[in-house]
């Protein structure tokens, strides 16, 4: 009789725990969305801010010293290669060229007449009539008489130059700035200004912009070969971005890289060349290129969402055969778009975790769709 009621006395507690203990709840189902990784062939873009100057710019300096008579142009203007810009009162300069010009027919007549003074004295040194110190005055006379012709001739030709420089001409086609200069001042090298204005070719436009030399050292194998063609021969792929937000009509081409990475800055310029028929662009606007910058020949891509980052380190979750994700460590490419290019051991066809990636856990299987890229709004 005691040891039944033991027994029973032991197991109420047992029956009572067992009463108390609630079901666990349902792990609820994890609902991923998924999609292809694609293999093609890309090439990498960056994107930079550069400065907008003119293929050709040039100071327009008197190169003489005088009164500036006239202004033969507009400012802001378009003007033609060798057309006039601007005159300098010649008269001061007409004389010196007159002066020059009377000093060297003298000279010319002086020359001429020591060459026939020296015939006659040959004639004469031959017969034994002269010395041949006196043939030898004679002959050292007239090259000297020859010589002051021909520095009276270079003087004259001076004067010519210094005349020509009373008139000043574009030097290229192009547009003319602000006259430094008003009618009346004294320029030149020794009056109060040489600078009288400027001149640039707009058609086509620099671009100038710098890289790192990171990213030169990533874009060298694409520049080499770009350098190696001629320029006519480079496509137009580079764009450019203005300060308004707009994307500027033409597509500009790599021009080239220059010789030295800058020891202050670390980086190194590189030109492109715009076309500009319009005259739109102007010298000192800036702007933001976008170029090519490598080529990746097979590279894999991945929607951009679906890279996660986790202290530094970047993984992307690839579906497998049994349901379950497994993190797969990258390393991250350029952009292209809306997709990513990655490094590692993602494969094309691999299917990648796009949407739901962070209630993925490793061994836990998941209830998976294609993934849809959302559709672009359209600009109203």
């Known amino acids: 009789m005691s040891c039944h009621l033991t027994r029973v006395v032991l197991l109420i507690p047992v029956i009572f725990l067992a009463a108390c203990e609630k079901p666990k709840p349902a792990v609820p189902p994890v609902f991923v969305t998924f999609t292809q990784a694609i293999q093609q062939d890309v090439v990498a873009t960056g994107q930079w801010v550069g400065l907008l100057d003119g293929f050709q710019n040039a100071d327009i300096q008197a190169q003489v010293t005088g009164y500036l008579l006239t202004q033969n142009y507009k400012e802001g203007s378009a003007v033609k290669k060798g057309e006039l810009l601007f005159t300098i009162d010649p008269r001061p300069f007409q004389a010196a060229l007159a002066q020059a010009q009377a000093n060297y027919a003298r000279s010319v007549a002086q020359a001429q007449l020591a060459q026939i003074t020296l015939e006659r004295q040959a004639?004469?040194?031959k017969t034994k009539v002269i010395s041949q110190q006196e043939y030898d005055t004679s002959y050292q006379d007239t090259q000297a008489s020859l010589a002051a012709a021909a520095a009276t001739q270079a003087q004259m030709q001076a004067a010519q130059v210094n005349l020509d420089y009373c008139?000043?001409?574009a030097p290229f086609d192009g547009i003319v700035g602000v006259a430094q200069a008003q009618?009346?001042?004294l320029v030149g090298p020794g009056g109060k200004t040489s600078t009288l204005t400027q001149i640039s070719q707009v058609d086509p436009m620099k671009m100038n912009f710098s890289i790192t030399e990171a990213e030169y050292l990533q874009a060298a194998p694409l520049l080499a070969e770009l350098?190696?063609?001629a320029v006519e021969a480079r496509e137009a792929k580079i764009d450019l971005s203005l300060a308004d937000g707009s994307v500027y009509v033409h597509k500009g081409k790599f021009d080239f890289v220059n010789r030295q990475v800058s020891t202050t800055t670390g980086t190194i310029q590189i030109t492109a060349?715009?076309?500009?028929?319009g005259s739109v662009l102007r010298p000192g606007l800036f702007g933001r290129v976008t170029a090519p910058v490598q080529k990746l020949d097979g590279a894999?891509?991945?929607?951009?969402a679906a890279t996660v980052e986790l202290q530094?380190?970047?993984f992307v979750g690839i579906l497998q055969p049994d349901?379950?994700?497994k993190p797969t460590p990258i390393v991250l490419g350029p952009v292209q778009g809306q997709l990513q290019v990655v490094k590692g051991a993602v494969k094309a066809g691999d299917k990648v975790i796009v949407g739901g990636i962070e209630k993925a856990r490793p061994g836990v299987k998941v209830i998976a769709k294609p993934y849809e890229a959302p559709t672009p709004v359209p600009a109203k």
């Not at 060349?273 to 028929?277: G, Y």
């Open 312 to 314: 530094g380190n970047y």
């Open 273 to 277: 060349l715009f076309p500009n028929p």
């Open 183 to 185: 009618i009346g001042d």
């Open 300 to 304: 894999i891509l991945v929607p951009q």
């Open 123 to 125: 004639q004469l040194y």
């Open 167 to 169: 008139t000043i001409s």
């Open 227 to 229: 350098q190696a063609g």
């Open 323 to 325: 349901s379950t994700v």
